[in-house]
């Protein structure tokens, strides 16, 4: 009885011990917690049990035969000593509380399960509670995520991405530089991977859905704004016309949208206007040699007619846009800037076209790491990239789309840091009033921000009242060689290409049923018109005859009437008549 009363405390000791441990860490071990109760509850009876031998033996007696129960008397005693040891160590973990820890009231229990995207375990007080689920609704009004290097955003976007995924079937568009989420190609169905000017390009004259004229302007735009046009130029509204004609008729025309066919185009309008626009020969070469690295340069791959998907699909399928490729062909950050510019363009357009009617939540999810190089704060020449990302946050909500940044510190636009229903951080020692504000934080506790550790965030979502603090669960990746991801990706195209397919033939069948129909609606339609424009007309040569019969006077008033509906059956048919024979020949 003695030993099982020993063994049973030493475990316990050693279970309170591995839970002082991890609780120092932070985590809560609520599971843990109930089989220490269980523990103790089995100790408490034990010690009964033990100390009701000794009420039961007289004290004399155990004195008398002293060595037959010092063994057993050792052990209750160890045991005790083992039991009390448990309990100051398992009551310490309920006073003990970390200097300057972080304190902000969690959420409840149901509305950390309000929604189905696992993002992270809340935390109180330093321990860790049950998981957050974040929900569709409060991501239709974008998020923003903010903190140091190597704090964890990226790990919490991959996290979020791999549920994201998992509940829901939207596509997502990511642009990053260093290829960090390569790994997600084995978490993630049908994932994209895309190196622009190897495989992937995108041909800057083709206005695809959107209007040629339109188009040219925002090239213009986007060429003024990667500052590949004389930056101390005078852009006068003359030249800028002239600039924008070149494009327009670039645009319009299927065989000139090429690089050739722009420098055909500027050679013709340069002989057609010399004499009419002074100085137009000096600022066509500018631009011509500005532009000489896209058209025949290292950086020729961007712009290829070859590419491997086309611009207007991959806003329909997974895709990560790797821009570090365009580092690597020899270009610059501006470089890179201005070809994620003209993707922004086409998503735009997109977004455009569909427009916000009879708007039912988020229909496609963009995000952008490393946002304060795309929209700074404090840009002195506003670019159009900037625009576009700030139009994407301000006007683009209610069209379905959903824009995720990322950044170091929160150095962007204003309008899309005020345009978030969700903003988070991760540990962060710079520019904290700005973060209190964006949380919700009062700046007395801006010391949180640097408190944080890695995997720890403070986040503050529309839907719940106060901020609160979230543990990151770690993603384990493993690196994906070039070779496997270019096999993937040949994989994927192969499976989308035997879709696009398919859907094509039942499109075709659906277009065979739906004429058909048709052709067997107007066929039951004109033997319809023309049996009751014989049916009346049989009617009023009845009449007809009675009339010259009998001759009465209440029989020519029915003969007129009668005489009425003829006539509009008549004209009702040849009017249909008419009308099938003008769509025959439009048709035609």
């Not at 209610?398 to 899309?416: H, M, Q």
């Amino acid at each position: 009885m003695a030993i099982q009363f020993f063994i049973i405390h030493l475990v316990s000791l050693i279970i309170n011990c591995v839970f002082y441990f991890y609780r120092k860490k932070g985590y809560s071990l609520q599971k843990f917690k109930y089989g220490i109760f269980v523990l103790f509850s089995i100790s408490v009876i034990n010690l009964i049990c033990n100390l009701s031998y000794f009420l039961e033996n007289e004290s004399e007696e155990i004195l008398k035969n002293f060595n037959q129960y010092s063994y057993y008397i050792l052990n209750v005693n160890f045991s005790i000593i083992l039991f009390g040891v448990s309990l100051i160590l398992f009551a310490l973990n309920f006073f003990y509380i970390k200097e300057n820890s972080i304190d902000l009231t969690p959420p409840s229990y149901q509305e950390a399960k309000g929604g189905k995207i696992k993002i992270g375990r809340i935390v109180k007080k330093d321990s860790i509670k049950y998981n957050f689920c974040l929900s569709l609704k409060d991501l239709e009004k974008h998020m923003f995520i903010c903190g140091s290097t190597g704090t964890g955003k990226s790990n919490f976007m991959q996290n979020f991405l791999i549920n994201f995924t998992k509940n829901y079937n939207i596509p997502f568009f990511l642009v990053e530089f260093k290829g960090e989420y390569h790994f997600l190609q084995e978490h993630i169905k049908d994932l994209l991977i895309l190196w622009p000017g190897e495989n992937f390009s995108i041909n800057i004259f083709n206005p695809g859905k959107s209007n040629p004229i339109i188009h040219a302007e925002r090239i213009f735009d986007i060429l003024k704004s990667g500052r590949f046009l004389e930056e101390s130029a005078d852009f006068s509204p003359q030249m800028e016309k002239v600039l924008i004609e070149i494009l327009v008729k670039v645009c319009k025309k299927a065989s000139l949208q090429n690089w050739m066919g722009f420098e055909q185009c500027c050679n013709e309008y340069l002989i057609k206007n010399r004499n009419l626009i002074p100085m137009l020969k000096q600022t066509l070469i500018s631009l011509k040699n500005r532009i000489r690295r896209f058209s025949s340069g290292p950086l020729k791959g961007l712009f290829e007619t070859k590419k491997m998907i086309s611009i207007q699909k991959i806003f329909k399928q997974n895709v990560i846009l790797d821009l570090s490729s365009i580092i690597r062909l020899g270009g610059e950050k501006e470089d890179a800037f201005f070809f994620l510019n003209l993707i922004l363009k086409y998503l735009w357009d997109k977004n455009l076209t569909r427009g916000a009617f009879n708007f039912d939540g988020i229909k496609h999810v963009t995000i952008i790491e490393d946002a304060q190089y795309f929209a700074p704060q404090n840009l002195i020449k506003k670019s159009k990239l900037t625009t576009y990302l700030e139009d994407i946050a301000l006007l683009q909500r209610g069209t379905g789309e959903c824009l995720i940044t990322l950044a170091t510190r929160p150095d962007i636009s204003k309008e899309i840091l005020a345009n978030n229903g969700i903003v988070l951080t991760f540990k962060n020692h710079i520019e904290k009033e700005i973060m209190c504000e964006l949380l919700n934080i009062d700046l007395e506790k801006k010391y949180y921000l640097s408190k944080l550790e890695e995997g720890q965030c403070i986040i503050r979502i529309n839907s719940i009242k106060e901020p609160f603090l979230l543990k990151i669960p770690l993603i384990k990746r493993k690196f994906l060689t070039i070779s496997e991801l270019e096999k993937s990706n040949d994989k994927i195209l192969y499976r989308l290409r035997e879709k696009e397919k398919i859907m094509n033939i039942k499109n075709n069948n659906r277009k065979i049923e739906s004429l058909v129909n048709s052709k067997k609606g107007k066929s039951t339609r004109f033997f319809n018109k023309i049996k009751k424009f014989k049916k009346n007309t049989k009617e009023f040569m009845v009449l007809q005859k009675l009339k010259q019969n009998k001759g009465q006077i209440p029989l020519t008033n029915q003969i007129d009437k009668k005489q009425i509906i003829v006539d509009n059956d008549r004209k009702e048919l040849i009017e249909y008549l008419n009308s099938i024979i003008n769509n025959t020949e439009k048709n035609e």
